[in-house]
């Protein structure tokens, strides 16, 4: 088991399940409500226990490894894929230059004995440049690109996609019985004003959810000029 620090840290854990019923043989019916349902201890776990980060190819910093750490204390995925964006990085050994570095007794050690026993499983990428479905749009910025890999990764694997910047501290069971669960977001802005959205940093999915394939079909009218918009106002719309 990784010892962690001691840091006060949480997450905002206001989220909304999202997810598909079906009306029909046909058709299928969004069905939302602002609370996770309760667990219930009969109901099927779809959503595999598998996580999902993403990160830039820079030497790792403190708060990615505690983000890996608690997911791996808390949530004890099965497998825990970190996609890291490589464009051809990869090849001239930058990232093993700080693994190299390391002291015992150090974060860093820690993070390599996750990485080297298989606990976290890298996986170098080089990251989409161009939206899910249309090639005719160009995304410039890092962190467009790492939405359609989140996207990709849930639609074609499933699990639990969390942020680096996110930090569970519970193993999220109770909303692994939806199809597909997306955190809330700029809910207590007080400019009433202000567009609402999802935030796209905590995201739940069974394998072939319905909801983000509707959603990458969405990126058709991709806007690169804005930050969020196709990542959290589109979902929202959708609801």
């Given at each position: 088991m990784v010892n962690l620090p001691v840091v006060i840290l949480f997450l905002i854990s206001?989220?909304?399940?999202?997810?598909y019923v079906p009306n029909d043989a046909s058709t299928e019916a969004l069905f939302w409500s602002p609370h996770a349902?309760?667990?219930?201890?009969?109901s099927p776990l779809i959503v595999p226990k598998i996580?999902?980060?993403?990160?830039?190819?820079?030497?790792?910093?403190?708060?990615?490894?505690?983000?890996?750490?608690?997911?791996q204390r808390y949530i004890q995925p099965d497998k825990h894929i970190l996609w890291v964006n490589d464009e051809g990085r990869h090849k001239k050994g930058q990232w093993y230059a700080w693994q190299?570095?390391?002291?015992?007794?150090?974060?860093?050690?820690?993070?390599?004995?996750?990485?080297?026993?298989?606990?976290?499983?890298?996986?170098?990428y080089t990251f989409p440049y161009h939206p899910p479905g249309n090639t005719s749009t160009f995304a410039p910025n890092k962190a467009h690109r790492s939405d359609f890999v989140r996207l990709e990764a849930l639609t074609n694997i499933g699990g639990i996609y969390l942020d680096t910047d996110a930090f569970?501290?519970?193993?999220?069971?109770?909303?692994?019985?939806?199809?597909?669960?997306?955190?809330?977001?700029?809910?207590v802005n007080p400019d009433k004003?202000?567009?609402?959205?999802l935030n796209n940093g905590v995201m739940l999915a069974a394998p072939q959810s319905l909801f983000p394939q509707l959603w990458?079909?969405?990126?058709a009218a991709f806007n690169p000029a804005s930050f969020a918009f196709d990542s959290s106002e589109v979902p929202y719309n959708m609801m």
């Open positions: 206001i989220s909304i399940t999202v997810s349902n309760p667990f219930h201890h009969h996580v999902h980060q993403t990160y830039d190819y820079d030497s790792p910093n403190f708060f990615l490894y505690l983000s890996l750490a608690c997911v190299n570095q390391v002291t015992q007794h150090s974060w860093q050690y820690n993070l390599t004995q996750l990485i080297q026993h298989g606990k976290i499983e890298v996986k170098f569970a501290i519970n193993n999220l069971k109770e909303l692994r019985v939806h199809n597909f669960t997306m955190s809330f977001d700029n809910i004003t202000a567009s609402k959205r990458a079909k969405k990126y």
